[in-house]
């Protein structure tokens, strides 16, 4: 049980283009869900916190105009980075909390690995 | 404020050979604490987490971890690892009341044949 879903699992895009990257709570009901981004070698970054029904609540640092942000449903997330550029490039992780007794613990997707040229 | 630090950014060790990775964190409330494990180019998965009750908590694959108030500490253990535990593996830590993880830096677990 608690699986996370994300697709797509890489994706190559031209600068200035938009990718959207899905994240899917595939077996419960997530009412949070998180966006994380990793660079190589180092530890996950929090980009934002998703509330479903709700804007998302961004970290310090984080555009969001830029690494827009829609939770409408209770087992889907998407991230969408708007007009990419090559720093963009990145490992994107996504996590969804479940209600109840598990709802200490994020259970995490396995990852988007975005490239822009 | 919260913080996590992972003592240890490589680990070497040899197969069958016993390992511990260390975890410090400071926080002035309660807390949840977790081990996650990252194989390359994946997602994490979760190793264990300590909530509440046993200070000794066992996860999956072998690993264990034991909760020390007093040296704020969840140093994660296994008594034989395997060539298939090499990994990077994250601490992280949450308090009550507050959804958001910490993570510390990683550390890096080699294991040589």
């Known amino acids: 049980g608690a699986v996370v879903s994300q697709h797509p699992s890489w994706v190559i895009c031209k600068s200035g283009t938009s990718v959207k990257i899905e994240c899917r709570s595939l077996?419960?009901?997530?009412?949070?869900m998180f966006w994380y981004r990793q660079f190589p070698k180092q530890s996950l970054m929090l980009m934002a916190t998703?509330?479903?029904?709700?804007?998302?609540?961004?970290e310090q640092g984080v555009e969001k105009d830029k690494f827009l942000i829609n939770h409408a449903s209770l087992t889907l997330s998407t991230l969408t980075v708007t007009s990419a550029h090559p720093e963009d490039s990145s490992f994107y992780i996504c996590?969804?909390?479940?209600?109840?007794?598990?709802?200490?613990?994020?259970?995490f997707g396995p990852g988007t690995r975005l490239l822009v040229l | 404020a919260q913080s996590v630090t992972q003592l240890d950014s490589q680990v070497p060790v040899f197969e069958e050979a016993p390992v511990e990775l260390r975890c410090n964190y400071s926080s002035s409330v309660s807390v949840y604490l977790f081990w996650y494990v990252q194989y390359p180019n994946q997602g994490l998965q979760l190793l264990l987490k300590?909530?509440?009750?046993?200070?000794l908590v066992k996860g999956i694959n072998g690993f264990e971890a034991e909760f020390n108030k007093s040296q704020t500490s969840f140093h994660l253990r296994k008594p034989s690892v395997h060539i298939s535990d090499t990994a990077e593996y994250f601490c992280a830590v949450r308090s009550g009341g507050y959804n958001k993880l910490i993570f510390g830096a990683g550390t890096r677990l080699a294991v040589h044949p």
């Open positions: 998703s509330n479903e029904g709700s804007k998302a609540t961004y």
């Open positions: 300590y909530l509440s009750g046993s200070t």
């Open positions: 996590s969804a909390q479940p209600p109840g007794p598990n709802g200490e613990t994020q259970y």
């Open positions: 077996d419960f009901q997530a009412t949070t």
